[in-house]
């Protein structure tokens, strides 16, 4: 019965996975949707002389562009990384510090179990509890120490802004994530060296949405816990999981091996709710010997500043909600990029594209940011001088009239806050690919 199912989900799963890639595929070809800034645009691209366009999906794009995967050698690399817009960024030639260059999965363990295997085949976890972690909670994800303290999680006193708003988008089933573990030996003992992680923003699959059955069976209610793929998770032909990492178990405790990038939707800020793109993420968390629950988890990345200059700041604002960290109150159209470089730091610690970290100012004062400033060269951890202006060059805004836009310029704003978040998972059933 269960292979008969799989054949009938994989069967439906190609069908309409080869729909979205053929949407992709248009995306990038030309017919692009009109725009006059990034922010008219859907998630995953950005506004390009009048069009949004679309450059990349996931960092292998822009260092092995597909265009070329016939003569190789006369091609260049666009750039080290794909940002939040599906634009490339960073140069694949520069000198990196602090461990910020992936390492290839080949270098770490080998032939990975189920890194090939269709979505929707491995073990499924639908994330059922999530929060922003406390302080001095995360993994080292750029490879630096400060005062013998190795875990990054910058932005944790977000948590206390928003937790409960992230709760509540969990329960009424407007932020989503899905988890497959494929590859597993079986019957699961505990312990496995190699097998894959995957990672998909996802869609209650009941139609009408049914949120009181994604984490359990109701009483009276004969489905529980099944979700779709949302399409701009998976890639392909063959359809698969944009978000893949090589993992491994020990003892029950998986972990990923490499960093990856995670797009999902997270009910931060006000509504309508974006996709935030997560750079560098790792995960670790336990799974119980029924496979059935995946407790202690925690996911930890960077968060660039670009991604949270495009999500309103509900917080400390005049009408707003009250909080004991509002120091200052912000204008109503501030963004969490004003909120972030104001109350904890105008300068993040990941630095994403290898040129020295990038920072925001505020030069007058009235909590919103106006002056942008470039990495000053590779390895520098400073941006300003004492005088508060740029060590290095200046980033231009993308509209001369609302200096802020600054920040919109994503193409030379790359770097980013460590952020981690803790999670649990229960079992889940992936039923296909559907918006």
Same mark, same amino acid.
């Given at each position: #019965? ?23 595929? #248009?995306? #990038? ?41 016939? *003569? ?10 794909? *940002? ?24 770490? %363990? ?59 988008? %969990? ?116 799974? *119980? ?147």
């Amino acid at each position: #019965m269960r292979a008969a199912l799989n054949a009938r989900y994989i069967l439906g799963l190609v069908l309409t996975a080869l729909a979205s890639v053929s949407a992709s595929a #248009m995306l #990038m070809s030309g017919c692009q949707t009109r725009c006059t800034k990034t922010t008219d645009c859907g998630s995953g691209s950005y506004c390009l002389a009048g069009r949004c366009e679309t450059q990349c999906f996931v960092d292998e794009d822009c260092r092995s562009p597909p265009e070329c995967s016939s *003569n190789p050698s006369a091609c260049q690399p666009l750039g080290f990384r794909c *940002n939040s817009i599906g634009l490339c960024v960073g140069q694949l030639d520069v000198d990196r510090e602090g461990g910020t260059r992936d390492v290839p999965t080949s270098d770490l %363990i080998g032939p990975v179990e189920g890194w090939d295997d269709p979505p929707g085949t491995g073990h499924a976890f639908i994330v059922n509890e999530i929060g922003i972690a406390g302080r001095n909670t995360g993994f080292n994800i750029d490879g630096l120490c400060q005062n013998d303290v190795c875990q990054d999680n910058m932005l944790w006193q977000l948590g206390e802004f928003g937790n409960e708003q992230i709760k509540q988008g %969990i329960l009424g089933g407007e932020s989503l994530l899905l988890l497959e573990v494929a590859g597993l030996d079986e019957p699961y003992k505990g312990n496995d060296g190699r097998l894959t992680l995957k990672i998909y923003s996802a869609r209650d699959a009941d139609d009408p949405y049914y949120p009181s059955n994604n984490f359990s069976r109701p009483e009276g209610s004969d489905t529980c816990c099944e979700f779709k793929i949302v399409p701009l998770s998976i890639s392909g032909p063959p359809p698969q999981a944009r978000a893949r990492a090589p993992a491994r178990v020990t003892r029950a405790q998986l972990e990923s091996l490499a960093p990856v990038p995670v797009t999902f939707t997270l009910t931060f800020g006000d509504p309508p709710y974006p996709e935030i793109r997560v750079e560098r993420v790792f995960f670790r968390g336990r799974i *119980n010997p029924s496979l059935t629950e995946f407790t202690e988890g925690l996911l930890g990345g960077a968060l660039p500043m670009t991604v949270l200059s495009h999500i309103n700041n509900p917080y400390c604002r005049n009408n707003g909600p009250a909080n004991a960290l509002c120091k200052k109150t912000f204008v109503d159209d501030s963004t969490l990029l004003d909120l972030v470089s104001t109350l904890l730091s105008d300068t993040p610690d990941v630095d994403l594209d290898g040129d020295g970290l990038e920072c925001v100012l505020d030069t007058d004062g009235d909590s919103r940011i106006d002056t942008c400033c470039d990495g000053a060269g590779s390895g520098s951890r400073t941006c300003k001088n004492a005088e508060g202006t740029c060590n290095g060059p200046t980033i231009p805004p993308t509209d001369p009239s609302r200096p802020w836009t600054c920040a919109f310029n994503a193409a030379r704003l790359t770097d980013g806050y460590s952020v981690a978040i803790s999670f649990s998972a229960v079992r889940a059933s992936i039923v296909g690919v559907g918006q």
